[in-house]
């Protein structure tokens, strides 16, 4: 099993920028497919972006694309997601999971798909 650890949630105001980190407590993070999603409250959680455990594949969701930028240093054991220009529907609890994957280059953007989940950090948008 890995236990996907989160960090680098806050508050930041309209257009800022913060980066996620994704790290493990246990195993490494090397051979796993990765992802990040977010939830706020009374919905669903919602695909982020995804990235294979080689780093040579990944998706966005449509509301990120051109502003988040997933990637990953195995060697760090550690997944990152960069967050530009963010605004204030960004706002959510944001979640890293793991998935052991068939192959190098495979991406999951389901959340049903991992199967290990990070406890989550708060980002915050303000206006």
């Known amino acids: 099993q890995v236990h996907p650890v989160e960090s680098g949630g806050g508050l930041v105001q309209a257009g800022g920028s913060l980066r996620l980190s994704c790290g493990a407590s246990?195993?490494?993070?090397?051979?796993?497919?990765m992802g990040w999603f977010r939830q706020t409250p009374g919905k669903e959680r919602e695909f982020v972006a995804a990235?294979?455990?080689?780093?040579?594949?990944?998706a966005y969701a449509d509301s990120v694309k051109g502003r988040f930028t997933i990637s990953r240093d195995n060697a760090k054991n550690t997944v990152y997601l960069q967050m530009n220009s963010l605004k204030p529907e960004d706002t959510a609890v944001y979640y890293c999971?793991?998935?052991?994957?068939?192959?190098?280059?495979?991406?999951?953007?389901?959340?049903?798909?991992?199967?290990?989940w990070g406890q989550g950090t708060q980002v915050t948008v303000s206006s």
């Open positions: 246990v195993r490494t993070l090397g051979n796993y497919a």
């Open positions: 999971a793991a998935k052991d994957p068939p192959d190098s280059l495979s991406i999951y953007v389901t959340a049903r798909s991992y199967d290990y």
């Open positions: 990235i294979s455990w080689s780093g040579g594949n990944m």
